[in-house]
């Protein structure tokens, strides 16, 4: 458990998140989810690259427990920069990216989405940012190139999540399958991209980079500013102290999600 890497001959690498119970990845497992990325993006026998997990969801965000457990500031800067290091590490590997996404995604798990070149999702998926919940901010960035800007803006505010269904009518989730046939959907579209020139995939991963609308790393990197404003403030602090001391756990806030994104 934890973050497992496969690479089949066919080029086609694996990255799977399999850390329970909710897939929230500590600090360390947020960096070496990075280093995992980039190494395959560097390994020419890669062609593509399929990030999904196991367990109950794709990605349930940062550790709070972790967080907590912590004195000081030091968890919650390493949480910053380890999700910094593997949005980026998406963003910036250098063959194509296809997360495969079931169940919840939502807080780390929608900057790892939305900086992927392809998504393909289960039917019982569904995205959201509950952020402002928990006294942070960070990852409208990404939440803006899978949704349009006013919906990201109510989903910010009132930490709203929405279906794979309706990120399917927007374009930005390319496929919507029973969750049985997510990862065979997963590798199809892997396959596809394989199957072509990996010279010319790498030059157009590149070339699409270099013609994004934004700076994504910028971007984030300065929503995460108020990340620590809010810190500083102790606000972020007591929110998490409470998410924390009412028992919750990223799953059964990802259970209650996955009701309201069904409706």
């Known amino acids: 458990m934890g973050i497992e890497v496969s690479v089949g001959a066919d080029g086609i690498a694996e990255v799977v998140q399999d850390c329970p119970p909710v897939?929230?990845?500590?600090?360390a497992e947020w960096f070496r989810l990075g280093d995992e990325?980039?190494?395959l993006g560097e390994d020419r026998a890669v062609r593509v690259v399929i990030l999904r997990a196991e367990g109950r969801g794709f990605n349930a965000g940062v550790d709070i427990k972790e967080m907590q457990a912590t004195e000081g500031f030091e968890a919650?800067?390493?949480?910053?920069?380890?999700?910094?290091?593997?949005?980026?590490?998406?963003?910036?590997?250098?063959?194509?990216?296809?997360?495969?996404?079931?169940?919840?995604?939502?807080?780390?798990?929608?900057?790892?989405?939305?900086?992927?070149?392809?998504?393909?999702?289960?039917?019982?998926?569904?995205?959201?940012?509950?952020?402002?919940?928990?006294?942070a901010l960070g990852a409208a960035t990404h939440l803006s190139r899978l949704v349009p800007q006013h919906r990201m803006r109510e989903m910010v505010y009132t930490s709203q999540t929405v279906p794979a269904s309706m990120l399917h009518a927007w374009g930005s989730v390319s496929r919507v399958v029973p969750r049985e046939e997510l990862l065979p959907t997963a590798r199809e579209v892997a396959a596809s991209i394989a199957a072509k020139s990996p010279t010319v995939i790498r030059a157009a991963k590149e070339s699409l980079n270099g013609i994004d609308l934004w700076d994504v790393k910028r971007s984030y990197r300065f929503e995460q500013g108020f990340t620590f404003e809010l810190?500083?403030?102790?606000?972020?602090?007591?929110?998490?102290?409470?998410?924390?001391?009412?028992?919750?756990?990223?799953?059964?806030?990802?259970?209650?999600?996955?009701?309201?994104?069904?409706?």
């Open 37 to 39: 990325i980039r190494r």
């Open 76 to 135: 919650l800067v390493g949480a910053n920069r380890g999700c910094y290091h593997a949005f980026a590490a998406v963003y910036e590997c250098a063959v194509p990216v296809v997360a495969a996404v079931h169940g919840f995604c939502v807080g780390g798990g929608i900057g790892l989405v939305g900086n992927a070149d392809l998504i393909v999702a289960s039917d019982d998926a569904f995205f959201g940012l509950p952020e402002v919940d928990r006294g």
């Open 23 to 27: 897939n929230a990845l500590t600090v």
């Open 231 to 263: 810190n500083l403030l102790g606000v972020s602090d007591d929110l998490r102290d409470d998410f924390v001391s009412e028992g919750k756990s990223a799953g059964s806030a990802g259970e209650t999600r996955t009701e309201k994104g069904k409706k």
